[in-house]
Each structure stands twice: as C-alpha cells, then as structure tokens.
C-alpha cells in the first residue's frame, strides 16, 4: 500500500492509473462499517484509494474534534489488511491555506436536522468532500447511509456543479445487537450504550408498524419519541429520498431518521423503507 500525504503528489501519481478508481474518504478511527466501504469499492474498481483526515472546517466551535478518537497506526493496517492500494494522509496545512474559498451548503437541505444544531457544518462537509474528489478525480466515491443528509447533499452536490463521479450509497453496519457502528460509540459507557439501543429498538419499531400498514407521520413519529424517551431528541423524521417531509411513509421512498444525544455523544440513525 502506498501511502501520500501531499495532494498535488497524489494528483500526479494516479495519473499513471488508466483504469477504474474507487474512492473512500473517511475522518480515520476506521470500523468495520468502513471496511464495508472499502469492500464495496475493490468490488466495483480496479484500483481502490482511501483518504484519512479528521477534517476541522465540519465541527463548529465547542464540538469534539480534540477528543475524536485518532488510531492512525491501527487505521493504516486496517486499509492494508483490506487491500487498499493508496492511502491518503494529508495534514490540515496540506488541505487548507489561509484564506479560503469556501462551499455553502444548500439554504434549505443544509440547514435541517444535523444542519439545525450545526449550523456551518455541511459547508465544511462540502468543502472537503469537493477537495478531496477534485485530489483523487475517482470514477466512484463511497459513503454510508448512516450519514443520509450527508449523503443526500454530495448527491445535490455532484448533480449540481456537474461533477464527473458517481455516489455509491453503501448500507449501515450494525453490531450484533443492532446499534449502528459510529466513530463515536466509544464514547459511550456501559449504561449510555445502553441507552443507545433505544435507537435501533425505535426504528425496529416503526419498521413493525409500517409493515402492519400504520403508515401516518404522527403515529409513527410519537411512538419512537416514546421508545427514545428520556434521551435528548434533536429530531425524528420522516423524509422521502429527496429529503421533503411525508405526512405518511411511501414504501420505497421514505428514510426515518433519528437523531439523539447519549450522555456527550450524538448518535444518528437511520432506515431506508
Ligand atoms: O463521513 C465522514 O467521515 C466525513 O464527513 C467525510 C465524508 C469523510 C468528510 O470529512
């Protein structure tokens, strides 16, 4: 595995690949739910490059970028372990000079659900992203449907600035007892985590109700407010793919979206019905 830190030395070097690229960037403290992206990508692409930055410019003041969890050596086997050609490793001064151009997430979809509590959040999502597939110019870039709104908007984000990649949605993995695996989960004690299962158990719940035909926004909604309550709620939602509010879930276009606060941690979730 090759590993580059500079962008404009990667630039150059993957310009002696004529072949397929699959690209997964991640903020590094890698588990398995990466390993299924990087699966996904040596799948779909003869060569297969990973980036690893904790990017500064997606947390806002106050938030955890000092304590989010760093296991650079650890990480780097794991992209070895699981066949990853190159690894890219650039430092904050390599990604971002001084006075920056900058992308703004969308007025409405940016500033919703995760966007409300973080406002500017989704502008250094953007702006990242947009760096890192203008570095690697990847035929297919890979991203998990935990994140949906993320996800949601680098769509918006390729479609509309006519960018030349294509999105590959890759589906959550979840612990044996179904919370979805975070970054973030070692955060938790034993009893936040815990309390974390109120998540998956909520959702498990409205996929029971949907497929006993209670299909209502209210119905659903409230009954996993209760199965979340006392947990912090930043939101229940339900979305269709485009991410407009559905009054009720329409199967094969809705996503139910949850997202809570256990202890210091956020923890989201998400099913796609
Ligand atoms: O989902 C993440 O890990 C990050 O938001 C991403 C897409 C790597 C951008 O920093």
Redesign the pocket.
């Known amino acids: 595995m090759k590993i580059i830190s500079s962008p404009l030395e990667l630039k150059n070097y993957l310009k002696n690949y004529n072949c397929s690229i699959g690209f997964v960037?991640?903020?590094g403290a890698l588990h398995e739910g990466h390993i299924s992206l990087i699966k996904k990508a040596k799948e779909q692409n003869e060569v297969v490059v990973v980036?690893i930055?904790l990017?500064p410019t997606?947390f806002l003041k106050g938030e955890d970028l000092d304590k989010y969890p760093k296991k650079d050596e650890a990480d780097k086997k794991i992209c070895e372990l699981s066949g990853v050609d190159i690894l890219f490793f650039p430092q904050v001064s390599d990604m971002y000079g001084v006075d920056e151009v900058t992308l703004l997430a969308p007025k409405v979809r940016g500033y919703v659900l995760e966007g409300s509590s973080r406002p500017s959040h989704f502008n250094?999502?953007l702006t990242?992203?947009m760096k890192?597939l203008n570095i690697v110019n990847p035929t297919r870039a890979y991203?998990?449907k935990k994140?949906a709104q993320?996800l949601n908007l680098?769509f918006l984000m390729v479609k509309q600035l006519f960018m030349d990649v294509e999105i590959v949605p890759v589906d959550t993995v979840r612990e044996k007892d179904a919370l979805a695996l975070s970054?973030r989960n070692v955060f938790l004690t034993e009893h936040q985590r815990e309390e974390a299962l109120k998540i998956p158990s909520s959702l498990r719940s409205a996929t029971a109700m949907v497929t006993k035909g209670v299909l209502g926004y209210e119905e659903i909604t409230s009954n996993m407010r209760e199965i979340l309550s006392p947990l912090e709620i930043f939101y229940v939602e339900i979305l269709d793919r485009e991410f407009n509010r559905l009054s009720k879930v329409e199967i094969g276009n809705t996503i139910i979206l949850v997202e809570v606060k256990v202890g210091n941690t956020r923890l989201l979730d998400n099913i796609w019905l």
Do not use: A, E, H, R
Request: negative net charge; hydrophobic residues 45%.
């Open positions: 960037p991640t903020m980036s930055f990017n997606q250094g999502v990242v992203v890192l991203f998990g994140d993320q680098i970054s």
